[in-house]
T-cell receptor, first 113, second 114 residues
């Protein structure tokens, strides 16, 4: 079946450094790629998303890049802060349906003060 | 406030018992989803419903059942046929019936089988 691979599974950075999380997807029909942040004991929250007709999107300290040819997309967080510490999930849509998402296994980001 | 309410937040169940998790939304969203989350794993789709009185199986539907009698409600029943039910269950909604908007998640229900 289709899948999404996410790396690394854990990431520790110093406050102020950048963090990069990478994902690879298998479904060539995927056209929607959201990133979610999940804090302990809570539901995931969308932090940024990108569609297949765009190569890069930025929102303040967060950016996402997409390489459709290579089926790669990445999350970049600059100037990290302790409140960025959480588990981050990438996802890819199954075909054209944004609701049917395949999720990566998550990256636990720790930002040390 | 508009949002998704899942209850109960924590639930303990004995083996062999069925249990129903509630998901209610007042966002007026058409589509609703149930995902299961296990430690160190991504979210896996159990069931989804794009309109009232209609639902489809996701990747791991075995041992689960759902109903969609009202637009606002999409309860999930974990039956005794589910061999490993201990997990964190997340309900989500999306505005468009064909999934054309952002997926919003509830706060989750943690089920533990004793």
């Amino acid at each position: 079946g289709e899948n999404v691979e996410q790396h690394p599974s854990t990431l520790s950075v110093q406050e102020g450094d950048s963090a990069v999380i990478k994902c690879t997807y298998s479904d060539s029909a995927s056209n929607y790629f959201p990133w979610y942040k999940q804090e302990l004991g809570k539901g995931p929250q969308l932090i940024i998303d990108i569609r297949s007709n765009v190569g890069e999107k930025k929102d303040q300290r967060i950016a996402v890049t997409l390489n459709k040819t290579a089926k790669h997309f990445s999350l970049h967080i600059t100037e990290t802060q302790p409140e960025d510490s959480a588990v981050y999930f990438c996802a890819a849509s199954l075909g054209g349906s944004q609701g049917n998402l395949i999720f990566g296994k998550g990256t636990k980001l720790s930002v040390k003060p | 406030d508009g949002g998704i309410t899942q209850s109960p937040k924590y639930l303990f169940r004995k083996e062999g018992q069925n249990v129903t998790l509630s998901c209610e939304q007042n966002l007026n969203h058409d589509a609703m989803y149930w995902y299961r989350q296990d430690p160190g794993q991504g979210l896996r789709l159990i069931y989804y419903s794009q309109i009232v009185n209609d639902f489809q199986k996701g990747d791991i539907a075995e041992g689960y059942s759902v109903s969609r009698e009202k637009k606002e409600s999409f309860p999930l029943t974990v039956t005794s046929a589910q061999k490993n039910p201990t997990a964190f269950y997340l309900c989500a909604t999306i505005a468009g019936g064909r999934g054309t908007g952002e997926l919003f998640f509830g706060e989750g229900s943690r089920l533990t089988v004793l």
